[in-house]
């Protein structure tokens, strides 16, 4: 299998629910990331991994919780989530030092919290 | 700091119609410019790139120029069909000795009506 793979597709949770959402890379990169894309906002940049380190949080609350244990594997660990955190969260990776080679993004989990 | 602006959709052509969407970008340095697209339920997928001044990237009959004087990097197709209806993100990547930041365009929508 190649490329980056989400799981699960869909997630419905309620607010006192706890969930993880899952990424996988089979491409050798060694940067993942996580965004969120809500309806009419621009993309929201989360986390930032490089060689398994987090190097970027851009405020986001703690209630997400993301783990990477390897270059190929991502978590997003969810916990008293807020319906406003209903959204597509999208994972990406990339080869660090190479930016013309650009992104390569899985599917998405579309998450909605009730 | 960085920044890329595209145009404001949505846009809505009819079938073998010519599209433009335009894109500008502020950046330090000499960025690598991508256009990425999104099908509905999707990730974002690379379209096509370019990484100097003058390059023409291409991909699928979508076609975008790496233009330093006007900072602009605008995608144009010549005859749309009603399958390219997805939302189109310009986007640009800096690199630095602390690795590089991808900065993303807000989205153009495109509807292509048969």
């Known amino acids: 299998e190649t490329g980056v793979t989400q799981t699960p597709r869909h997630l419905v949770m309620g607010m006192t629910n706890k969930k993880s959402l899952k990424c996988e890379q089979h491409?050798?990169?060694?940067?993942m990331y996580w965004y969120k894309q809500s309806a009419k906002k621009p993309l929201e940049l989360m986390f930032v991994?490089?060689?398994?380190?987090?190097?970027e949080n851009n405020s986001v609350p703690s209630r997400f919780s993301p783990e990477c244990p390897n270059s190929s594997h991502l978590f997003l660990h969810l916990h008293t989530l807020q319906p406003e955190d209903s959204a597509l969260y999208l994972c990406?990776?990339?080869?660090?030092?190479?930016?013309?080679?650009?992104?390569?993004f899985g599917s998405g989990t579309r998450l909605t919290v009730v | 700091g960085d920044s890329v602006t595209q145009m404001e959709g949505p846009v809505t052509l009819s079938e073998e119609a010519f599209l433009t969407i335009n894109c500008t970008y502020t950046?330090?340095?000499?960025?690598?410019l991508f256009w990425y697209v999104q099908y509905p339920g999707e990730g974002l997928q690379l379209l096509l790139k370019?990484?100097?001044?003058?390059d023409k990237g291409s991909n699928k009959g979508f076609e975008a120029t790496y233009r330093k004087e006007t900072t602009s990097f605008h995608l144009e197709k010549g005859s749309v069909q009603v399958s390219d209806s997805a939302v189109y993100f310009c986007?640009?990547?800096?690199?630095?000795?602390?690795?590089?930041?991808?900065?993303f365009g807000a989205g153009t929508r495109l509807f292509v009506k048969a």
């Open positions: 990406a990776s990339s080869q660090e030092g190479q930016p013309s080679r650009g992104y390569t």
């Open positions: 491409l050798g990169h060694n940067a």
């Open positions: 991994y490089n060689f398994k380190e987090q190097t």
């Open positions: 950046a330090t340095g000499y960025p690598s």
């Open positions: 370019a990484t100097k001044a003058d």
């Open positions: 986007a640009l990547s800096a690199g630095n000795t602390g690795g590089f930041k991808t900065i």
